[in-house]
């Protein structure tokens, strides 16, 4: 479907929403700084339904962890104290596998391979939420991740004893598996974190370290593209079930173009960061062969724990990604 006509789609949405009986405000939670481009795409999606139902469900949206941190948005949604709000995929592996499908080291490294991903793994997600009473709207990827420092780093051993920040169940195993010390920190809380040396290191891509300047702690960006994780924005399903046809065709709508206008937003930014963390003094560029292959290792260790906590369902999605 093209942007025109997704765009034709919500115009006439609106027209028949404009007339709804209703008038409502949805809060919407979000875990990243308000120039993140994810909560930028989130503001012109809450923008798009807002205008689009004739101010009929207004959306308003809270970045920077500023309504809920970023661990409690995925509940605050399900129990209805928001109704809608983003979060990290994988941050909620703990609770069932298939959450992390997005963070299976070195499986997809791409953007190309990141949205073949999302394809196998899209059906399966949409289920798991929908049994956790929420409806999946839309999901767009980070850049490509690489590791950070404060220090130059050229294998595995350099990594030992670091402090490493961690945002999910692949980067506190990647942590384990380098000898190094994870430290669960959020987003908004990374600048804190490595002023003050709670964490040295973490894993993650140059749009973070450029939104939260780690340069001013931080002196080295090792390009490693160990996957591409991926944010996603829900609704309470007690909530979407409550709305009518056009108020969700609005929603729909503004949902694939949000998708499509994050995607290109990440795209674009994954140059854009990695000049201006160089530009602000840090060493950037790609890792060694050693430590690319120390790393590779980990992959398939942690490639194999996944598929075996994931089982079937994580298997299906894996083989259809690999399929030609």
């Known amino acids: 479907m093209t942007t025109k006509t997704l765009a034709l789609g919500v115009t006439a949405s609106m027209a028949l929403s404009a007339t709804a009986s209703f008038a409502e405000t949805w809060d919407m939670p979000m875990a990243y700084s308000a120039t993140n481009f994810h909560s930028a795409t989130g ?29 409690e948005i995925k509940r605050a949604v399900q129990t209805g104290q928001a109704l809608i709000g983003e979060r990290l995929l994988s941050g909620h592996q703990n609770e069932d596998a298939l959450f992390g499908f997005d963070s299976i080291p070195f499986l997809a490294t791409s953007f190309e391979d990141s949205d073949k991903l ?34 130059e780093v050229n294998s595995v051993a350099d ?122 003094g840090m060493t950037v560029g790609p890792a060694g062969e050693e430590l690319k292959a120390e790393l590779r290792g980990f992959g398939e260790t942690m490639t194999a724990e996944w598929l075996e906590q994931a089982g079937e369902a994580g298997q299906a999605i894996v083989d259809a990604f690999n399929a030609e």
């Not at 962890?65 to 661990?71: C, N, T």
Request: charged share 15%; glycine share 8%; proline share 4%.
């Open 118 to 151: 999302w394809q196998a793994a899209e059906g399966p997600l949409t289920e798991l939420l929908a049994s956790q009473n929420l409806h999946l709207l839309y999901s767009v990827p980070w850049p490509p991740q690489g590791l950070y420092f404060n220090k």
């Open 159 to 280: 990594m030992e004893g670091l402090k490493f920040r961690s945002y999910n169940n692949a980067t506190a195993r990647i942590a384990e598996l380098a000898g190094m010390l994870p430290v669960t920190i959020e987003a908004a809380e990374i600048s804190q974190a490595f002023a003050t040396g709670v964490a040295e290191s973490m894993i993650s891509s140059g749009s973070t370290g450029y939104d939260r300047k780690v340069w001013e702690s931080l002196s080295h960006f090792y390009e490693v593209d160990a996957w591409l994780p991926r944010n996603y924005v829900f609704v309470n399903m007690d909530a979407w079930n409550g709305l009518d046809e056009p108020t969700q065709n609005v929603i729909n709508g503004c949902a694939s173009l949000a998708a499509y206008a994050g995607l290109w937003r990440s795209i674009q930014y994954t140059d854009f960061t990695m000049s201006e963390l160089a530009a602000n």
């Open 43 to 71: 503001a012109e999606f809450a923008t798009c339904v807002t205008e689009g139902t004739g101010g009929a469900l207004e959306l308003v949206t809270h970045p920077g962890g500023s309504l809920f941190a970023g661990a």
